[in-house]
Nanobody, 124 residues
C-alpha cells in the first residue's frame, strides 16, 4: 500500500503561482512513476503531468505545457507540481497518483494509488 497526501492548494488570482506537494508513505516511493490529475466540477478527471520512476522524463498535458512543472524528491518521498501563470480554467481538485511502473501514463485507470485531492481555485 502507498498512502498519498496532497498539500498546497488554495485560492489565487489569475497569473499567480502555486506549488502543490504530494507526500507518500508506505512502500518504496522510488518504485513508482507519479502523476498529477485534476477534476473540475461536472467534468471527468484529466491528466496534467507525469514523471518517470527515475525522474529523468516528464510529460504534460498540452493545456499546461510551459506553465506547470512536475518534479520529485525521492529522499523526501514527495512529488511536486509547480504551477505558474495560473488561469481561471485551471480551477479544479488536483490529485496525485502513483503507478507501480517505470513510466506514468495519461490514463487515470493505469494508476494504483490516489491521494484525496487538494482544491485549487483561480479567480479571474
Amino acid at each position: 500500500q502507498v498512502q498519498l497526501v496532497e498539500f498546497g492548494g488554495g485560492l489565487v488570482q489569475a497569473g499567480d503561482s502555486l506549488r502543490l506537494s504530494c507526500a507518500a508513505s508506505g512502500r518504496t516511493f522510488s518504485n513508482y512513476a507519479m502523476g498529477w490529475f485534476r477534476q473540475a466540477p461536472g467534468k471527468e478527471r484529466e491528466f496534467v503531468a507525469t514523471i518517470t520512476r527515475s525522474g529523468g522524463s516528464t510529460y504534460y498535458a498540452d493545456s499546461v505545457q510551459g506553465r506547470f512543472t512536475i518534479s520529485r524528491d525521492d529522499a523526501k518521498n514527495t512529488v511536486y507540481l509547480q504551477m505558474n501563470s495560473l488561469k481561471y480554467e485551471d480551477t479544479a481538485v488536483y490529485y496525485c497518483a502513483a503507478r507501480a511502473s517505470r513510466l506514468g501514463t495519461r490514463r487515470p485507470y493505469d494508476y494504483d494509488y490516489w491521494g484525496q485531492g487538494t482544491q485549487v481555485t483561480v479567480s479571474s
